[in-house]
T-cell receptor, first 118, second 115 residues
Framework: AQTVTQSQPEMSVQEAETVTLSCTYDTSESDYYLFWYKQPPSRQMILVIRQEAYKQQNATENRFSVNFQKAAKSFSLKISDSQLGDAAMYFCAYRSGDSGGGADGLTFGKGTHLIIQP | EPEVTQTPSHQVTQMGQEVILRCVPISNHLYFYWYRQILGQKVEFLVSFYNNEISEKSEIFDDQFSVERPDGSNFTLKIRSTKLEDSAMYFC?????????????FGPGTRLTVL
């Protein structure tokens, strides 16, 4: 079974600064997908960014980018120019790529609580 | 932009009662999921559903749980004889058959409180 580990229960960053959230995972599969979801106080789960394991290029979405190190099984999220609205819980998630027919439940880490200091 | 919706937003029930949580997935999506999040803990996968049958279920999804797609739009999670430990946030998610097929889109959740 796959596991996802987020070793930082809480991170704090000054507004406009850059912060990196860590995520490591354990799998024996070669084909999979990785995601970062944001959960603000409303508790809605919002997709931030996704990465296909077969792509070497790191995914980027505006101020959000990842550092995907497949050999190290590491998938960190970098948030540039942090804004007050970025304050939330951030969850790293794994999905198997070999999951035909919908057998593709996400495995989540425990989350990192990101605090933005004004 | 299309969204996954869930009702009710908050459900309070007595231990031993049955509850049905409802979800309306995004209209062209064909894969449906339920997850739960106990307060302060991580999100846990419960079940996935495709082509009118369960594709995968976790150890949490025991005989007290069932899912159904009663019509062309709704997707429900039924919990029979609720327990105190069923108190959690329950999220529905869906994803399409084509396009960005690997991304699941989540609803806003239903907070279930079992007294």
């Amino acid at each position: 079974a796959q596991t996802v580990t987020q070793s930082q229960p809480e991170m704090s960053v000054q507004e406009a600064e850059t912060v990196t959230l860590s995520c490591t995972y354990d799998t024996s599969e070669s084909d999979y997908y990785l995601f970062w979801y944001k959960q603000p106080p409303s508790r809605q789960m919002i997709l931030v960014i996704r990465q296909e394991a077969y792509k070497q290029q790191n995914a980027t979405e505006n101020r959000f980018s990842v550092n995907f190190q497949k050999a190290a099984k590491s998938f960190s999220l970098k948030i540039s120019d942090s804004q007050l609205g970025d304050a939330a819980m951030y969850f790293c998630a794994y999905r198997s790529g070999d999951s035909g027919g919908g057998a593709d439940g996400l495995t989540f880490g425990k989350g990192t609580h990101l605090i933005i200091q004004p | 932009e299309p969204e996954v919706t869930q009702t009710p937003s908050h459900q309070v029930t007595q231990m031993g009662q049955e509850v049905i949580l409802r979800c309306v997935p995004i209209s062209n999506h064909l894969y449906f999921y339920w997850y739960r999040q106990i307060l302060g803990q991580k999100v846990e996968f419960l079940v996935s559903f495709y082509n009118n049958e369960i594709s995968e279920k976790s150890e949490i999804f025991d005989d007290q749980f069932s899912v159904e797609r009663p019509d062309g739009s709704n997707f429900t999670l039924k919990i029979r004889s609720t327990k105190l430990e069923d108190s959690a946030m329950y999220f529905c998610a869906s994803r399409p058959l084509a396009g960005v097929v690997d991304t699941q889109y989540f609803g806003p959740g239903t907070r279930l409180t079992v007294l």
